[in-house]
């Protein structure tokens, strides 16, 4: 057995494990922890009916479980895996540590075992593109690389398979950073903008979180920073290793990449170099060239510029961003549901050349809409709003265009087919929601799924 299972085996042999959450990214652990031999008690607010086959078959495997809506009562373990979303300082949590239970995340035992280097990624807005990239480069050096986090099969579960010379690139969300305590090898900020406070106390508490994806790294490692962002910028003063900075508007103040006259550029104490022009990158959109020297800045340890070349060449993009679905009547459709954020929303619009009719709205993360409600009247022709942010979006457009046109639906289907219905030839149509998909769906791929089968249903 690999050293770092052999270690984990160690530390948690005679121990019970608590799993809160009996979700697709916690089953797999619960499975895991009883396959090995570990007691594991499993909560889950949701009932034992609700819960189904995958509750029975945990149940089989002799996992005890406490379902619910008082399912935190029974809150017990020696160890306790949190779900990402719970705030760490649930009462249930804290009278847990009290009595002597270690609380930590399936993300915290990776990081923790992990034998290899990790890369890891997190921000606001192009999270999953920047990681899928970075992944896409450092697979095409001929290394095995995993992939994880935020995105796909639980990393934790993937120890097994981990060998010392192994990378992994890891999205990260602020849930998953909030209470880590190391950092990874290579570490990418994206941007930071307002965004989950409906759970955060408050945007000092956000970005808090999202720091820790670099205030435990060393002298040796690396930080990659978008310039062009005020509080990006700003986390290079607290840097303990190299920084990289990447921007769209000007030359970074150290090594680094940048964009001028339709080309990105990279920079180092050598002076500077073109890397691509613009038009040869397949992706499209000012967002995602601000992806790619993110992606490319976090890899360049590994890869040759020649094999970055040929990614920026042939990655289409990661469904659900930007996702060209189809052209019913001249009419174009577009499954942008990863939209959700007013700055994501907003980058979007500004990738199409001429104006779009926007599908918004979805559940209420208690983040501003100011700055979009600027940018509609500029760059849509309607907006088809539903969901429990319709309202707080269409006030913040008509406090800057009263006479815009705006209407509100009681569901997405609704709003997809109007605005095929008002469409002519030539006319785009765009799920870009700015908004979360909770109020109605799983998560944003079952919404954007949701979308395409409309959309497909079209005639």
């Known amino acids: 057995m690999l050293k770092h299972l052999e270690q984990f ?20 652990i619960i499975v895991m922890l009883a396959e090995m031999g570990v007691e594991v008690v499993a909560f889950d607010k949701r009932s034992e009916d609700q819960l189904g086959d995958p509750g029975r078959d945990l149940k089989k495997l002799g996992v005890r479980m406490f379902c619910g809506a008082d399912y935190m009562d029974h809150l ?12 760490p300082d649930h009462p249930a949590l804290v009278a847990a540590r009290k009595k002597g239970s270690v609380v930590t995340s399936e993300m915290e035992l990776f990081f923790e075992y992990c034998p290899c280097k990790i890369i890891a990624v997190t921000g606001s807005d192009g999270k999953t593109t920047t990681t899928s990239l970075i992944y896409e480069m450092l697979r095409r050096t001929g290394r095995r690389v995993h992939l994880g986090g935020n995105i796909g099969y639980p990393l934790f579960c993937r120890l097994k398979e981990m060998e010392p010379e192994d990378l992994v690139v890891a999205e990260l969300s602020s849930f998953q950073l909030q209470t880590m305590r190391k950092s990874p090898h290579a570490a990418v900020v994206t941007n ?9 106390k408050d945007m000092e508490e956000y970005t808090a979180a999202k720091a820790n994806i670099f205030r435990y790294q060393g002298s040796g490692d690396l930080l990659v920073l978008n310039a062009d962002n005020g509080v990006t910028a700003g986390f290079a003063a607290e840097a303990a290793g190299r920084v990289r900075m990447f921007s769209f508007r000007s030359v970074p103040p150290c090594d680094g990449a940048f964009y001028r006259d339709g080309a990105v550029y990279l920079r180092d104490a050598e002076g500077e170099k073109k890397l691509i022009d613009r038009s040869r990158i397949l992706l499209r959109g000012d967002h995602n060239v601000e992806n790619f020297m993110a992606a490319v800045l976090a890899v360049l340890d590994w890869v040759e510029p020649e ?5 920026a060449e042939s990655f289409g993009g990661v469904r659900h961003r930007m996702e060209f679905i189809r052209e019913v009547r001249g009419v ?8 959700s954020s007013p700055t994501r929303t907003i980058a979007t619009l500004h990738s199409f050349d001429r104006k779009v009719r ?7 993360k208690k983040i501003p809409y100011d700055a979009l409600g600027k940018v509609v009247p500029e760059r849509v022709e309607k907006l088809y709003l539903c969901g429990a942010t319709a309202e707080k979006i269409r006030d913040a457009v008509k406090a800057c265009a009263p006479c815009f046109p705006v209407e509100i639906y009681q569901n997405l289907q609704t709003a997809i087919e109007t605005a095929y219905q008002e ?3 030539g006319d785009i149509v765009l799920l870009s929601p700015a908004s979360a998909s909770f109020d109605q ?7 954007g799924d949701f979308f395409v089968s409309v959309v497909k249903g079209l005639l």
């Open 307 to 311: 094999t970055i070349v040929k990614v």
């Open 76 to 87: 017990t373990g020696d160890w306790i895996i949190k779900t990402p979303g719970m705030r």
């Open 9 to 28: 085996q160690k530390d948690v042999r005679g121990k019970t494990v608590g799993v809160v959450g009996i979700g697709v990214s916690n089953t797999p």
């Open 332 to 339: 174009r459709f577009y499954n942008d549901s990863i939209g």
């Open 441 to 447: 769906f799983k998560n944003f791929e079952e919404r």
């Open 423 to 425: 469409s002519v030839p």
């Open 192 to 200: 930071l903008s307002p965004n989950h406070l409906d759970v955060h």
């Open 358 to 364: 926007l599908i918004a709205g979805g559940y209420d």
